[in-house]
């Protein structure tokens, strides 16, 4: 994947559970003047439990299958993690997984 990932991007990333790799879509804002040792992500997954906190993605054309963010399960990964870019969310999906996360924290 690009030396930094950019913000609504997906991404296959190692997850570092038993070697899982898993498509994450990128929330940290690339546009912050810090070094970016961490990335803050929301993992994608085709479970669906019927959360408010997980945000149908439907058939992304580089997934196979339908999909979900899953916003409860938000966390950071090193940059060295993240393996090659699969392809880019809509505005409207980042849209929906960030009012998801204020939703999640109370912001």
């Known amino acids: ?3 930094d990932p950019r913000q609504g991007e997906v991404g296959l990333a190692d997850m570092g559970l038993a070697g899982k790799r898993r498509p994450v879509v990128v929330l940290l804002d690339d546009s912050l003047p810090v070094e970016r040792a961490l990335i803050i992500q929301v993992p994608i997954t085709t479970q669906n439990r019927g959360s ?3 945000i149908s ?3 992304l054309p580089f997934l196979d ?3 979900v963010a899953n916003v409860e399960a938000i966390g ?3 940059r060295a993690r993240f393996e090659r870019r699969l392809g880019e969310l809509s505005a409207d999906d980042l849209a929906r997984i960030k009012t998801a996360v204020r939703l999640a924290c109370s912001l």
Do not use: F, N, T, W
């Open 52 to 54: 408010v906190l997980e």
């Open 1 to 3: 994947m690009a030396k």
């Open 76 to 78: 950071a990964l090193p």
């Open 65 to 67: 299958a339908a999909s």
């Open 57 to 59: 993605l439907g058939h």
